[in-house]
C-alpha cells in the first residue's frame, strides 16, 4: 500500500462546479498535511496547509479526519484557471520530509 | 524576498555520466530537501540537508549524492546515470526549528534527460 494515496483523475468538470479530492495516508503519526498545486511541466506551488480544525482559503476549504487517515481538498465555483494537477503530501517521516501522493488532474470545461 | 532558484533548467547526458545540479534557497530558509519527480508521478524525496549535514534520505542509491554551503545553497550530485534517472528533479527551501517545520517551497526545477 502507498503511504499516500490519491484518485488520479482525470476529473472533468464545468466551471461553476464544486470539486473535491480525498487523500488517504498510511502513517498514523503523520503530524502535518499539505495541499499543492502543479501545473504542466512545471514545480509544485503550495496551495494550503491543512489543520484538524479545517481551514478555508477564498473558494478553498481543506480538511483533515485523523480518525479515517484522510485529507480533503474543496474547490467551489470553478474557474476555468484551477485546472491543474493537485497534489496532498504528509510529513510522514517528521520534519518537513514530505511524502506526496501522485496528484489528482482537474480539468475545468466551460 | 528572493524565491528558490535552481540551475541549470534543462540537461541532457548520456547514460554512465555525471550530472550537478544547483539550487539557492529562499531567503532565511535554513534547509534543502531535494526531490525527483517521475512523469505522471508525485515527487519522490531524495534526501535533506540542514546544517550542512544530510538530514533524512529516501530510497535511492548511494550514486546520488549532495551538499549544503554555508550559505544554505545545495547540489545534488548523480553518478553513473541511467536511463530510468530521467525526471524533474526539484529542490525546495524550508526552515526547521526546535518547534516549528515550515512548508516547503519548491524552485522551478531541473529537467534531466538521459539518452
Known amino acids: 500500500r502507498k503511504e499516500v494515496e490519491q484518485d488520479p483523475g482525470p476529473f472533468n468538470v464545468p466551471e461553476g462546479a464544486t470539486v473535491a479530492f480525498n487523500c488517504t495516508y498510511s502513517n498514523s503519526a503523520s503530524q502535518s498535511f499539505f495541499w499543492y498545486r502543479q501545473d504542466c511541466r512545471k514545480e509544485p506551488k503550495l496551495l494550503m496547509s491543512v489543520y484538524s480544525s479545517g481551514n478555508e482559503d477564498g473558494r478553498f476549504t481543506a480538511q483533515l479526519n485523523r480518525a479515517s487517515q484522510y485529507i480533503s481538498l474543496l474547490i467551489r465555483d470553478s474557474k476555468l484557471s484551477d485546472s491543474a494537477t493537485y497534489l496532498c503530501?504528509?510529513?510522514?517521516?517528521?520534519?518537513?520530509?514530505?511524502?506526496f501522493g501522485t496528484g489528482t488532474q482537474l480539468k475545468v470545461e466551460l | 524576498e528572493t524565491g528558490v532558484t535552481q540551475s541549470p533548467t534543462h540537461l541532457i547526458k548520456t547514460r554512465g555520466q555525471q550530472v550537478t545540479l544547483r539550487c539557492s534557497s529562499q531567503?532565511?530558509?535554513?534547509?534543502v530537501s531535494w526531490y525527483q519527480q517521475a512523469l505522471g508521478q508525485g515527487p519522490q524525496f531524495i534526501f535533506q540537508y540542514y546544517r550542512e549535514e544530510e538530514n533524512g534520505r529516501g530510497n535511492f542509491p548511494p550514486r546520488f549524492s549532495g551538499l549544503q554551503f554555508p550559505n544554505y545553497s545545495s547540489e545534488l550530485n548523480v553518478n553513473a546515470l541511467e536511463l530510468d534517472d530521467s525526471a524533474l528533479y526539484l529542490c525546495a527551501s524550508s526552515t526547521t526549528g526546535s518547534s516549528y517545520n515550515s512548508p516547503l517551497h519548491f524552485g522551478n526545477g531541473t529537467r534531466l534527460t538521459v539518452t
Open positions: 531567503s532565511g530558509h535554513n534547509t
Open positions: 503530501a504528509g510529513s510522514l517521516g517528521g520534519g518537513n520530509k514530505l511524502t
